[in-house]
């Protein structure tokens, strides 16, 4: 029997499950498990979605039946806004809840910032805003064969978090673990505003890098949620935490 923890890892905008391949040669005592929304990866050929909500509800029909195992959800960006929204889902069915929240580049959802609807943008326009905005890997935007590709996708993620409206909600008891890049917009008080949306701690670590930096710190990201992991497990066996977080002092800080 497998008694690895899943982390359900979300896409940010533009990504796939496949964004997160470089994650899964590092966990080995968890199970890292991307999942897809349609109009992308291997879901291609389906219509893509331009609605958070709709988004959410499906990739809350893709889990829902996987509960019952013990997991964790893990976000990039759009994808930690998707997990913030996915988990509220699971909370209102009384599902089984996640033991743990990863999000990454993301400020809590109650943070306003006023961001133009760069989806309407002609096509040159629209790249140079994803390239000020940090939202767009590099070498994707300097690839246009790829960006053909890739721009309906981008377009329809931008449309679905620029019609997002943050209502309040009962705060979770589950424990959050934001991380951020020291060159992203994103402050302290941003990340540390998770703390709103749960009644368990909140931890905030700060990587070296932009938006992107978790494509620089997937070892170092895959083994803080381990450690967490292994220690929630352990402890909720009551047997002494022999789990370390194997971090990367010289690139990360803790706030």
């Known amino acids: 029997m497998n008694n690895k923890i899943n982390i359900f890892c979300l896409p940010f905008a533009g990504g796939s499950r496949y964004s997160y391949n470089g994650y899964r ?10 999942l897809e929304l349609p109009g992308r990866g291997s879901r291609f050929q389906e219509p ?27 976000g990039h960006s759009m994808g930690a806004l998707l997990g913030f929204l996915l988990t509220r889902r699971i909370v209102e069915e009384s599902l089984r809840e996640p033991r743990h929240l990863f999000f990454t580049g993301r400020a809590a959802p ?17 790249f140079a805003s994803l390239k000020e905005l940090g939202g767009c890997p590099e070498e994707l935007l300097q690839d246009e064969a790829l960006m053909d590709c890739f721009e309906p996708i981008i377009r329809a993620d931008f449309q679905a978090l620029a019609s997002y409206q943050y209502e309040t909600g009962d705060a979770f008891d589950i424990p959050i673990t934001v991380m951020t890049g020291v060159e992203e917009d994103i402050s302290r008080e941003e990340a540390l505003a998770w703390q709103q949306e749960t009644t368990a701690l909140v931890a905030v670590k700060a990587f070296a890098g932009d938006h992107f930096f978790i494509y620089g710190h997937e070892r170092a990201i895959v083994n803080i949620m381990t450690g967490v992991m292994l220690q929630q497990q352990q402890k909720a066996l009551r047997r002494p935490a022999a789990a370390t977080l194997l971090m990367e002092p010289e690139n990360e800080r803790l706030w």
């Open 48 to 74: 893509l979605l331009d609605n958070i909500h709709d988004m959410v509800e499906d990739l809350f029909a893709q889990i829902k039946e996987r509960l019952s195992h013990p997991y964790a959800i893990y």
């Open 110 to 126: 109650c943070v306003k910032k006023v961001r133009e609807a760069i989806h309407t943008q002609p096509r040159e326009e629209f």
């Open 25 to 34: 040669q590092y966990a080995q005592h968890i199970n890292i498990v991307p």
